[in-house]
């Protein structure tokens, strides 16, 4: 049977960012496209994070950053600033690192080695001149570097609810993807157990030949009409909960160039400043932490203010579906799973997945049996490695405050794989080669950086005098480049402000 129609059930980010790399993908052979939305269901919008590789994604479906940036309430993020992750009592009680956005090491060999000889400043500091940049509060790039293209590397923080209008125009614009807007009351199904049809509250039933399910945590195709099980992690990641505010800010106020990550007794809170708003969120354990206890953690970060603004909480499922395609549904999105916000994990996922679909999607339902079984193989093997990364903020920290962060040590609740690779760093510093899939989602700079940043005690290789005299040089060469940076970048309102008035150049 021919597959020509695809019917989208959700909008937001996942599924607009579905419908646009579909579209890219497919709209000039003969596939009609249509994403099918609630409009009772609100965006949560309270500020989201990216990674990098959203830019050439971005650029790819062919939308301005200029655009984007003026629309979506966009900030640069260089970086993930992870405040109070260690004991206070040995690393300060205002003890941080940097997971910064620029590869480390960039003007020669790895200086991990060098800096667990004589680790007297920052790991990220040795390693890179983005450290410097993001400490001062600078920019990425300048007005002049052209649109997408980096100083230092970048991503972006924006507002969720503007940023899925935005993909929902370009998709409808250059890709003509069509939208309906109903709520699905129904799915039928066909004797095989595929779906069949949705019935829609205003139009009634509406056939389709394959189904992409972006309708979030309560997943209406993959889990309710096809019963795809739940893969359970809440033991080995254990926040659970969130309490979510959208705080107001100055026009003039300072904006940090990265990602606020506080840890507190029971988990942590993210602080993502956009152009006139944060968007915070204090995520906890609920078997560590009772509800009015996170709400007077959050009330004491906000500086007793949390009172003067509306604030919700909202429980999260930690895990992902046993499938990701299941007969003629993908599921992607929330409707995939959700582990927790860590690392903006959520978009990127979502990202890979719906581009990875996007490059080898079914003509033909005789094709489907295969390419599920390599899509459900490359995203459970995904979705395994960010457990692990994320696994690792917690049990590589040393703090002692709280059951939360000892059970975290625990090794019964550590993924095996993760253990195998401490394992091995505890005698070697991380290398490509350990890290040996092109499907790991997070590469051997962010584990260096987390690693190092949270003082990982790996085993000090004892370098000749050659190679120390190297490595010094090397790292000279990039304290020298923070200092030009330091000079050379404007502040990151100063640049945003310009972006507004001007726009960036195009490619």
């Known amino acids: 049977m021919t597959i020509k129609s695809i019917a989208i059930v959700g909008g937001g980010t996942a599924g607009w960012l579905a419908a646009n790399h579909l579209g890219k993908r497919l709209a000039n052979c003969g596939f009609q496209i249509t994403l099918i939305e609630s409009p009772d269901i609100p965006t949560i919008g309270v500020g989201e994070g990216t990674v990098p590789a959203i830019r050439k994604t971005l650029q790819s479906f062919g939308?301005?950053?200029?655009?984007?940036?003026?629309?979506?309430?966009?900030?640069?993020k260089q970086s993930i600033r992870f405040q109070n992750w260690l004991d206070k009592n040995r690393h300060g009680k205002d003890n941080f690192y940097h997971h910064l956005f620029d590869p480390p090491s960039a003007f020669g060999d790895d200086l991990t080695d060098y800096w667990l000889n004589d680790s007297t400043c920052a790991y990220a500091q040795m390693v890179s001149s983005q450290f410097s940049v993001c400490e001062a509060?600078?920019?990425?790039?300048?007005?002049?570097?052209?649109?997408?293209?980096?100083?230092?590397?970048?991503?972006?923080?924006?507002?969720?609810?503007?940023?899925?209008?935005?993909?929902?125009?370009?998709?409808?614009?250059?890709?003509?993807?069509?939208h309906i807007k109903a709520n699905v009351i129904d799915t039928k199904l066909h004797l095989d157990g595929s779906i069949k049809s949705l019935v829609l509250d205003t139009l009634g039933e509406q056939q389709y030949d394959f189904y992409i399910d972006c309708s979030g945590f309560e997943s209406i195709l993959l889990a309710k009409a096809l019963k795809v099980?739940?893969?359970d992690k809440s033991k080995q990641l254990f926040v659970d909960k969130a309490i979510v505010v959208q705080v107001p800010t100055g026009v003039e106020a300072d904006i940090p160039p990265f990602t606020k990550a506080t840890a507190h007794q029971a988990g942590w809170i993210w602080d993502i400043a956009l152009t006139e708003r944060r968007g915070v969120g204090l995520v906890y354990s609920h078997a560590h932490m009772d509800d009015s206890s996170a709400e007077q953690e959050l009330n004491q970060y906000l500086g007793g203010q949390l009172d003067k603004y509306n604030y919700r909480q909202i429980p999260m499922n930690v895990g992902y579906r046993q499938q990701f395609w299941a007969k003629n549904c993908v599921g992607l999105g929330l409707a995939q799973g959700f582990l927790e916000p860590i690392e903006a994990t959520s978009i990127m996922l979502t990202d890979f997945a719906a581009?990875?679909?996007?490059?080898?999607f079914p003509t033909d339902r005789n094709q489907c049996e295969s390419l599920a079984k390599r899509f459900n193989q490359t995203m459970a093997y995904a979705w395994e490695r960010v457990v692990e990364f994320a696994k690792l903020h917690y049990c590589a920290s040393d703090r002692n405050d709280s059951d939360f962060w000892h059970d975290n040590r625990n090794p019964n609740t550590i993924p095996e794989g993760l253990q195998t690779k401490l394992a091995l760093w505890r005698s070697y510093t991380p290398l490509s080669e350990d890290l040996f899939s092109k499907f790991e989602v997070f590469n051997l700079e962010n584990y260096l950086y987390v690693l190092y940043g949270m003082k990982?005690?790996?085993?000090?290789?004892?370098?000749?005098?050659?190679?120390?005299?190297?490595?010094?040089?090397?790292?000279d060469k990039i304290s020298q480049r923070a200092d030009q940076l330091i000079g050379h970048l404007p502040k990151h309102r100063e640049l945003l402000n310009k972006i507004y008035r001007y726009g960036l150049q195009k490619v």
């Open 456 to 475: 990982f005690n790996t085993k000090v290789l004892k370098l000749d005098a050659q190679s120390l005299t190297n490595a010094k040089h090397h790292a």
């Open 229 to 231: 099980p739940f893969v």
């Open 137 to 178: 509060g600078l920019a990425p790039k300048l007005i002049t570097t052209p649109e997408y293209q980096a100083v230092q590397g970048y991503a972006y923080h924006l507002n969720a609810a503007k940023f899925a209008l935005l993909l929902a125009d370009n998709a409808q614009d250059k890709f003509q993807v069509k």
């Open 355 to 360: 581009g990875f679909l996007a490059n080898r």
């Open 63 to 76: 939308i301005s950053e200029t655009e984007f940036i003026k629309r979506c309430d966009v900030t640069f």
